[in-house]
Structures are given as C-alpha cells and as structure tokens.
C-alpha cells in the first residue's frame, strides 16, 4: 500500500515539475527530496 503511495506522489510530482508548477512556485527542491528516498532503494535492490 506505502508503494502505490509513494509511485502516485512520484508521479504527481513530476507532472508538476514537467508543467511548470515547482519552478512557478519555487519548488523545485521536491524533485530532490524525491530522488533522495530513491537512491536508497537502488542500492539496496
């Protein structure tokens, strides 16, 4: 359940970054906060 919550959030948040939304409203720091809680998973699979 956490995992499909997780991959809806991703999702959500790239269509934001990819409309404009983040760089509009100075969020772009989501992507990276994303992309952090990934690389752990890389390395562990």
Known sequence: M???LY???AIAVL????TGYLA???????????AATVF???LYL
């Open 24 to 34: 509009r409203y100075n969020l772009e720091w989501l992507i990276y906060v994303l």
């Open 15 to 18: 269509v934001l970054h990819f």
């Open 7 to 9: 991959y809806l959030l």
């Open 2 to 4: 956490l995992f499909i």
């Open 40 to 42: 752990p998973a890389v």
